[in-house]
Structures are given as C-alpha cells and as structure tokens.
C-alpha cells in the first residue's frame, strides 16, 4: 500500500468525521460518558438509560434555553483513561458540549477532568466516581459529582460509634476496594477521635474457616467487631463464627452487610448485638417520580447509579439554563440550582424551573438521590442512617453525621 | 463544528498516537527484530507510569512518593525501572521459546497490576497516584496541548533515530539472525542469551518511558490504565499492522489504528440512540476486522521489513 494512499484513508475518514457532525445553532449538547465496554459494561446501558431519560424530560417540557432542544452525545469511556479521555476530547472539541456526565470510574475521571474538562473549562458530574482522590482535584469549581465518596460512610460510622459510647473496637475488612476504602477511612477517624483499633485484619473472599482471623482479632480485647464486607457473601460466614464461637459481642457492618438474607439465614433472634450503617432514600417524593418514569421507560428501577446519573443529567441541565447557555457561568450556576435555599424542585419537574428561572427566583434540586448539596470542592454529603435489626428486615434507629 | 476544535482532537489524537507510538517501537525492538513474544506489555508500560509518577508527584499521605523531582528525573527513572524490572524477568523467562515466552509475560504484567492494586503504601493501590505535574500545563487549554505534543513528538522522534541507527549496525543484523535461526547465529559465535536480553531490556524501556508520558499528560494514574486490552493487545495490533520490523511501520501501525479507534466512534454517534450503545461495540469490531484483513491479505503489514545491505525486495 502506498503512503498516498494511506494518507487519503485517513483524510477520507476525518472528512467522513467531519461531515457528520452537524451543527445546531440554539440546540445545547450535553456528554455522557458511559462506561459501555469495558470492566462494568453491565451497569451502563440502565445509566446511560437513566440520563437520557432526565434529557427526555427537559425536551417534553419546553425544552432548553429559547426553546432550543437539549441533546446527549453518548460516548464510550470504558472505564478506562485512554478511552475516556478520547471520548471527551471528542465530546468537548467536535461536538462542543457544555457539560460531561461521567465519566464513571474514578480513574477514568481523574485522567478526563485533568486532561480535558479542566484546561478546557468544561462542568463534569460524576455519577459513579467514588474514589476520595476526586475530591482533592484542583478543578477550577468545575467537577462535581452525585454520590458521596467511599471515604465519607467510613467517617460517618467512626463518628456514630463515638457518639455511642463505643471506643474500642477490632476491624475485619474483605480485602479489595471496597472494604479496604471503608476500613481505611473508618480506621483513621476513629483513631483521630480518640478511639483504640484493637485489632485490623483483611481476609480473602470464599474461605470455609475464617475462626482463626477472628481469634486473632478477638485477642486485642475488643467486644466490637466491625465487619466491612458483604452480607450475602463471605460477611455472613464471618459473623456467623463470631457469634458460634463468641469471639465478640457487638457486631456493626456497613452498607454492603444490609441483606435480609442474612437476617433469614441467621435468625433475628440470634442478631440483637448486629447494626449496620446503610444510605438512605430521601427526598422521597422527588425518588417517587424518578422512579414512576424510569419504570415507564421500561427500565428496572434498582439498577445502580440509576438515580445519581439521571440527577447529574437534570443537574447538568438546570446549569445551562440558569447560566444562559454561557459556559463561563456554569459552576457557579450549577452551585445555585442545587443548593439551598430556593424553591424546592423535584425529579422530572423541568417546566417549573424552568419557569422559576425565567422569573429569576432562586431554586433548590431536591435529586432522586439526594439533596445534592455540594461542599467547596464539589463532593456531596450523603445520608446514611444507623439501623438495626428488627423482624426479617431492618429498622433505622439513627442518623449519622 | 469549527476548525479549532478539530485542531484540538487532532493533538489531543496526536499526543496518543505518539504515547503509543513509543510503545509499538519498544515491542518491535522486542518482535519485530529479535523474536521475543512480550505479551506483557501493560506491565512495563505500568511500571515507567508509576516509577515516574511517584518521583515527580506532590506529597501525599499513604503513599510513597511526593519527592517532586524534575520531569527529566522521572522520565528516566521510568525507563531505568522499566529496565530494572526487565532484567531479572528477562534472565528467568528468555530460555522460553516463543510461545511459552508469551504465556510466562502475560502472567508477569498480572502480577505487576495486581501488586499495583494491593501495595497501597507504594503505589496508592486502587486510588492511584494523584498530583503528577504536566509540563506547561498551567498554559490554556490548547497551548498546552500544543507544548505536550511538542514534546512526546520530539521523544518519539529521538526514540526512532536511535533504534534506527542501532538496527541498521551489525547490532541490528545479528539480531535479525538471531531471529531468523538461532542455531546457526548460535554457532558463528553468537552469544544468543545475552543478546536476547538486551533487546528485551532496551525495549522494556521504550515502554516505561510511554508509560511515564501517559502520566504526566493525565496528571494521575490508576490501574484502570494498565487493562491488557488496551495497554498490551492493542499494540500488538499496532505492530503488526503497520509492519513489524519496520520502525517506520510501528509508528504508522499505531497512527492507523488509533485514528480507526477513535474516528469511528464519531461515526458511530451518527447512528440512531436506539441502538448507539450496541454500536459502541463495532469499533472494537471494526480493529479485529482489519487485523483480520492485515494477516489475510497483507501479513507482512502496510511498511513491510527493510533488508538492511539489499534494496527493498518488494
């Protein structure tokens, strides 16, 4: 093949490119960078779904701006920098979007908010994005994001458990990201609140035995175990062996151990010691509606991040029409939208923002996911609750702060 | 649409073809001239990335790292750590032949990924390395893309000048013997062992530099970077489809599949939403097809090999 010819490949596509990428003058593009193939490629298409519905919502009632249509420009990140990098390079660049949903790994958003959204002043809202680097971020205003980070629930139950007279306690973490986050940011407010960690250990996932880590945990004289793992898989083995063998007395676990089927396969009776720190629904009117659309769409409503991706799309939206459509302004638009006070504004509820906004009265988004009250660097707060366990189920005996 | 911003995606395009660029001449010091199957690529890119990022960034807590040396620093320590880690792999696998050779890398970048995931005290495990600094990076958004594709144009440049000069010496000859029959370089005096290793170290350190480049240009590094799929099969693509054996042809290799990658997503989005997730796929589709297409009808690849004393014999 000569190089000619190569070259004139290459100058067809971009040409090709180029010719279909049409420009539409009022109309306002939004990017959602889903995860599409890649590690988490199941979880995409229902946020992906999730956004789109909230674009759906803005074009049914009245649309963006002076009656221009808001659009989605879907692209691929991969969960990976490489490629999601290039897709908003792409989003950004080719078809100027005004703000990026996404990406949804938290590698994927730092490289993309570094390379991409900052130098090139674009607003970012993360659905998915819960890693605490994101939070250090030197972003301009710029990077948001709709869930709250891993290391926030670690330090909300170090708290809970202060505040509750507990000051000794022995931590066993499943060893991979989740529980490790957890038990990482767990350990190091616990200690900063005074509090003794008599005993730390990882453990691997599927092991038959897990009495000799639970011995050795029990030996630093701890009656508090602190379970951060999952409750449907090797959580339930360990708290079932620490209740056989009464290694400890009290038993705290966090989100992932909320499982009913762990009440049923244990007992309630046998689970009076056993309390976990889970997020909680709030807003449940503005929930109410997301949720009675999405199912509408054909969509199962427990997917995850479904909340948190339509949210960041609404958001994303309420910015552009606050701002005017002038980029410079989003963030801090973004910033008086989402916050308190203003009149509050559930899921699904555009036409009246909309209206709001042109009258010039200052409004709140109550989210399907939260209230999304963001913090000076953009990161949410979450709501999580202390529960315990009450019948087959659970029953919150607490807010956490 | 307008002109600027499709000067823009072109460096943004640029910079990582240059980045991958750098690591198709590193496997093609390794394949293309010496024989050596390196199927671990995502490893050595993983370890310059890292080595890299830990000299130059800012301090964090948790972590090792936070010196903030020099760029230049961590450049070369990236290549030097790269080497570092190729040496004693190199030393234990290279008696493998190809095949095994193959295997023994592919489970060698695992065990790097995975020590990257779970070593938090070295490498920040699953949160990564944060603060790495990016030269003119304080500069607006296009100049400094601009200055960073300046730079890894640059690099690559000197990267091939040099491989060039050396595959052209009796260097080079020996190793395509080698390559082509072991025995018989082995048996004018050749010292094949040795010789292997070099090339593999020399190549490894190609991959780390890319690896470092990658970094600085994201400002972090998470082991969602470092997937085989794109940071070790995907070059091999590059390689063989721009001709492996030529320097020339690694570098176009890269140029060629990128571009496919890339570009054909903005085709994609064309497409009706109904199905624009399903079509996210085709690229992926699009890249095996046209290896396909490479093996079937050209196997040599778009430049093939040059042999070095004869004029191109095609």
């Excluded at chain 1, 330090?155 to 809970?160: G, H, I, K, M, S």
């Amino acid at each position: 093949m000569k190089r000619r010819t190569i070259a004139g490949l290459v100058g067809a596509m971009l040409g090709a490119a180029v010719a279909a990428a049409p420009a539409h003058a009022q109309d306002v593009k939004i990017g959602l960078m889903a995860a599409i193939s890649g590690p988490i490629a199941a979880l995409a298409p229902p946020m992906a779904a999730a956004s789109k519905l909230a674009v759906t919502h803005v074009n049914e009632q009245g649309g963006i701006l002076k009656g221009g249509k808001l659009e989605a420009v879907l692209g691929d990140s991969a969960c990976n920098p490489q490629n999601a990098t290039d897709a908003a390079t792409k989003a950004v660049n080719i078809d100027r979007v005004l703000a990026i949903v996404g990406p949804a790994c938290s590698g994927a958003v730092l490289a993309t908010a570094n390379s991409v959204a900052i130098p090139a002043g674009v607003l970012m809202i993360t659905p998915s994005g819960t890693s605490p680097e994101i939070t250090k971020l030197k972003d301009k205003d710029l990077v948001y994001r709709t869930l709250p980070s891993d290391d926030y629930q670690g330090r909300a139950l170090a708290r809970t458990l202060k505040a509750r007279g507990i000051t000794k306690v022995a931590v066993a973490y499943l060893n991979n990201d989740y529980g490790k986050g957890l038990a990482e940011s767990f350990k190091a407010e616990f200690e900063a609140n005074g509090g003794t960690i008599a005993g730390y250990s990882g453990h691997e996932e599927g092991k038959a035995s897990y009495r000799s880590e639970l011995a050795a945990l029990a030996r630093g004289g701890a009656d508090t175990l602190i379970i951060f793992d999952y409750g449907d898989g090797t959580g339930l083995s360990l708290l079932r062996q620490a209740l056989e063998n009464n290694f400890f007395k009290t038993f705290v676990g966090a989100d992932g151990m909320k499982s009913e089927g762990l009440v049923k396969a244990i007992g309630a009776a046998n689970l009076g010691g056993f309390f976990v720190s889970a997020p909680v629904g709030e807003a449940s009117a503005s929930l109410d509606n997301f949720n009675k659309a999405y199912k509408a769409a054909g969509e199962n409503i427990d997917a995850v991040f479904a909340t948190t991706s339509y949210d960041a799309a609404f958001l994303a939206a309420l910015a552009i029409e606050k701002a005017g459509g002038d980029k410079a302004k989003l963030a801090e638009s973004l910033r008086a939208v989402a916050m308190a006070p203003g009149e509050p504004i559930m899921a699904g509820e555009w036409a009246k923002a909309k209206k709001l906004i042109a009258e010039g009265k200052d409004i709140d988004y109550k989210g399907a996911g939260g209230d999304h009250e963001f913090d000076a660097a953009g990161d949410v707060p979450g709501s999580y609750a202390f529960f315990k366990v009450s019948g087959p189920g659970y029953e919150s005996i607490a807010d956490m702060k | 649409m307008d002109l600027l911003g499709l000067a823009n995606y072109a460096v943004f395009m640029g910079i990582l073809i240059g980045i991958y660029a750098l690591l198709a001449l590193g496997l093609n010091i390794q394949w293309g001239f010496t024989g050596l199957f390196n199927a671990g690529i995502a490893g050595f890119f993983a370890v310059g990335a890292y080595a890299s990022a830990i000299l130059t960034s800012l301090p964090a807590s948790g972590r090792l790292g936070g010196y903030e040396l020099p760029l230049v620093v961590g450049w070369l320590a990236a290549m030097a750590a790269a080497a570092a880690i190729a040496w004693p792999i190199g030393k234990i696998c290279l008696r493998f032949r190809s095949d095994y050779l193959a295997i023994a890398t592919i489970g060698i970048a695992e065990i790097i990924r995975l020590v990257i995931r779970t070593e938090g005290w070295l490498t920040g495990g699953v949160r990564g390395v944060t603060g790495v600094p990016r030269p003119f990076g304080d500069l607006d958004y296009m100049p400094s893309q601009i200055a960073y594709l300046a730079i890894v144009a640059t690099l690559v440049l000197v990267a091939y000048l040099l491989v060039e000069r050396q595959v052209k010496s009796p260097w080079g000859r020996m190793m395509r013997a080698i390559r082509d029959n072991e025995l018989a370089a082995a048996a004018m005096g050749k010292q094949v062992e040795a010789r292997r290793l070099q090339a593999f170290v020399f190549g490894s350190a190609l991959m780390g530099l890319a690896g470092a480049l990658f970094v600085h240009f994201n400002r972090s590094i998470t082991p969602e970077a470092i997937d085989p799929m794109i940071a070790t099969f995907l070059i091999w693509i590059m390689l063989i489809l721009g001709g492996s054996g030529n320097n020339r042809g690694a570098i176009l290799g890269a140029a060629v599949i990128w571009i496919i990658w890339s570009v054909s997503e903005l085709l994609t989005d064309r497409l009706p939403t109904e199905i624009a997730v399903q079509a996210k796929y085709a690229r992926v589709f699009i890249i095996g097809l046209t290896l396909q297409l490479v093996l079937r009808f050209r196997p040599e690849g778009i430049l093939p090999e040059r042999q070095a004393g004869s004029p191109p014999h095609r």
